[in-house]
């Protein structure tokens, strides 16, 4: 389907909202090209309007909708998948480093940071390609979380059983008892 948006692009007709969005990207870059001083426009990117303020999770999924946009993407979410099992081999070869290094691997310690946040980066463009936005999505599993394991002290206090007290065991099963009782998978 065609559509036109004369008042975004000057009668430019685009295919699809992925092309609207890559055409007002393209537009956006190069105002803001014509409009840098001193000649630093080798500096300028078309990430620089994505905040390193606001959270992590949210500046990740802004951050590659933006290089969507120009074409900087995977075709298919099987090619994220793909890249989220690559980031988890690293993420463990990291941890059994830093294990070998002992107490002493600070080294160590930063390559899992990073492979961890590879990893959950990796996890953020599989929302982007589902069209879910990952802090909602993290938010609902908090409070679905928050729920079950408010049901476990429950049944524990029911017991007259400290949770500090309770078994893995105990606890996984009660754990199981909430997620069949609320049908929230």
Excluded: C
Excluded at 72 to 88: A, C, P
Excluded at 118 to 147: C, G, Q, S, W
Excluded at 150 to 168: K, Y
């Amino acid at each position: 389907m065609v559509r036109r948006h004369p008042h975004v692009f000057a009668g430019v007709t685009v295919r699809d909202n992925e092309e609207l969005l890559r055409n007002w990207e393209q537009m956006k870059a190069e105002e803001k090209r014509a409009g840098v001083e001193g000649g630093r426009e080798e500096d300028s990117s078309l990430l620089d309007g994505v905040s390193a303020r606001v959270p992590a999770l949210m500046e990740s999924h802004q951050l590659t909708t933006k290089a969507a946009r120009v074409g900087f993407d995977w075709q298919r979410v099987e090619e994220v998948f793909d890249k989220l099992h690559e980031e988890i081999d690293e993420l463990r070869a990291a941890i059994r480093e830093r294990r070998e290094a002992g107490a002493e691997g600070e080294a160590e310690q930063q390559r899992v940071r990073e492979e961890l946040g590879d990893l959950l980066f990796a996890v953020t463009n599989i929302a982007r390609h589902l069209a879910v936005e990952p802090e909602a999505a993290l938010k609902l599993t908090n409070r679905k979380f928050r729920r079950r394991f408010r049901h476990i002290e429950r049944r524990l206090r029911a017991r007259g059983r400290e949770l500090g007290a309770a078994t893995l065991e105990e606890m996984e099963g009660l754990w199981q008892e909430a997620k069949s009782e609320s049908g929230d998978g």
